[in-house]
């Protein structure tokens, strides 16, 4: 037989009101009392029915994750941060994948959430800088959380980091390492991040007065494949980069698969960076120099804003996380080939 809310109450000698606030984590709870029922729960086994527990209190214990990203890895950090926060309070996260690609995403995500009734939102780039999702989201009074937005909006907190600082401080890294002839793949064009991480290629570029070539820049769309055409366009040049720097660990793979391909050593004949420090950026061989974005960390904040809220008196909206520069096996000093 199912264990009941009765039950845990008989077990733990409290009221069934005392622990239904325990479980739904209020205030006003005496420790003890909340670790006895907590324990009580424990050794009973005791699941919260959700259904119900939504009917009680006008929530549906449901976070939705929003996303259109080529980038697996990126996904999966965002979503693991997610989930964690989401079980840490009991409630659930729902994963849609949504297409940009399509002229009626506002529509999309106004159907979906109308089926699905949510207590919040996360939404991810470049989901989060579209105006008509933001419009719907408003539209339904949806609280949400965008990640590494470009627009913010009064009220709504939001979780990034310096994305041109981070992408300035990898390309001085190789500048400072003897590159001259640095090549850069883009992001997915309708991603904030993407011109963010250009502008940060192109100051540190700027700074060391290196001209940016033109043709040592390709497009991307932040998936390997993107990573692997883009390396064939720029290693194919006449006179190729010796080192490039690709806006995320997917398509630095792609350089690195290429790379292997023509016989080129990294890092002896080219050095590649990446951006994200995801799992598959110790999985290369060489493993690859990168910027550790805290992805896992921006998810489970993104998604505890969301069941935390902060005060309606506190002004901070957008909380900034660090960045770090990864110094692996796949950059080298340039000292084989003239610059």
């Known amino acids: 037989m199912k264990t009941t809310i009765t039950d845990v109450a008989k077990y733990a000698k409290v009221s069934m009101k005392t622990v239904s606030r325990v479980l739904n984590n209020e205030p006003n709870v005496a420790k003890t009392t909340r670790d006895r029922v907590l324990q009580a729960a424990k050794e009973l086994r005791y699941s919260p029915n959700l259904a119900a527990k939504g009917l009680a209190s006008s929530k549906s214990y449901l976070i939705a994750l929003l996303y259109d990203n ?9 979503q693991k941060g997610a989930i964690k926060a989401c079980r840490d309070n009991n409630y659930y996260l729902v994963i849609e994948p949504l297409s940009m690609v399509k002229a009626n995403a506002g529509d999309e995500v ?27 989201l408003r539209k339904l009074k949806i609280p ?51 011109a963010l991480r250009f502008e940060g290629y192109k100051l ?16 991307g769309d932040f998936s390997f494949r993107s990573g692997v055409e883009a390396a064939e366009y720029l290693l194919g040049l006449k006179e190729s980069p010796t080192a490039i720097f690709a806006s995320n660990d997917d398509m630095a793979a792609g350089v690195v698969s ?18 994200d ?12 120099t ?50």
Do not use: W
């Open 144 to 194: 949400y959380v965008p990640v590494a937005p470009t627009i913010e909006v009064n009220g709504v907190s939001s979780v990034k980091m310096d994305d041109v600082q981070a992408s300035y401080e990898m390309t001085d890294y190789m500048i400072r390492n003897g590159h001259k002839k640095i090549g850069f793949i883009k992001g997915h064009s309708e991603h904030s991040a993407s």
């Open 70 to 78: 080529p980038s697996p890895n990126y996904i999966a950090n965002i």
């Open 277 to 288: 420090d995801t799992p598959l950026a110790q999985i290369l061989f060489p493993q690859l």
């Open 204 to 219: 540190a570029m700027k700074k060391a007065n290196l001209k940016v070539n033109e043709s040592f820049i390709a497009e």
């Open 110 to 136: 106004e159907k979906l959430l109308e089926r699905l009734p949510v207590d919040g939102v996360i939404l991810t780039p470049p989901l989060c800088d579209d105006r008509d999702i933001l419009r719907i």
């Open 290 to 339: 990168t910027v550790k974005q805290p992805i896992y960390e921006m998810g489970h904040m993104a998604a505890d804003l969301l069941i935390n809220p902060p005060s309606k008196d506190d002004e901070l909206s957008s909380y900034h996380f660090e960045h770090k520069l990864i110094i692996r096996e796949s950059t080298n000093t340039q000292n084989t080939l003239d610059n």
């Open 258 to 275: 290429v790379a292997s391909r023509l016989g080129m050593e990294v890092p002896n004949k080219l050095s590649v960076g990446g951006f």
